[in-house]
């Protein structure tokens, strides 16, 4: 089973920014990626996808600070983290999944058991106050 490699994470100051990368990337026709995270002893959520056409959809209050996109010159998709707070301390993964009916559908059944094909190992993340 392909892994994705997820990379960039840190210790960052509140109020700086982040950029994660994760790779490969550009599955094709059909398939969505996404990034998620999890904190300690909380639930798994979605932080961002995007389908093959490019359109994203974001996880509540998100949008805005964040911003995923890929670049498939380069096989690569990422996450840019701007005005971060402490509360955005997780552990962050890539995931891929075939979705040929876009990002809403790829958005509800991420999290489902199965719900993605290919996960990422996590890359840390921890903002500071």
């Known amino acids: 089973q392909e892994q994705l490699v997820a990379s960039g994470g840190g210790s960052v100051q509140a109020g700086g920014s982040l950029r994660l990368s994760c790779a490969p990337a550009?599955?094709?026709?059909?398939?969505?990626m996404g990034w998620f995270r999890q904190a300690p002893g909380k639930e798994r959520e979605v932080v961002a996808i995007?389908?093959?056409?490019?359109?994203?959809r974001y996880g509540d209050s998100l949008e805005g600070r964040f911003a995923i996109s890929q670049d498939t010159s380069k096989s690569t998709l990422y996450l840019q983290m701007n005005s971060v707070k402490p509360e955005d301390t997780a552990m962050y993964y890539c995931?891929?999944?075939?979705?040929?009916?876009?990002?809403?559908?790829?958005?509800?059944?991420?999290?489902?058991?199965?719900?993605?094909?290919?996960w990422g190992n996590g890359t840390l993340v921890t903002i500071t106050s």
């Open positions: 550009g599955y094709g026709d059909g398939y969505c």
């Open positions: 995007i389908d093959s056409g490019g359109s994203t």
């Open positions: 995931a891929a999944g075939f979705y040929p009916l876009g990002v809403a559908d790829c958005y509800s059944g991420s999290l489902e058991d199965g719900g993605m094909d290919y």
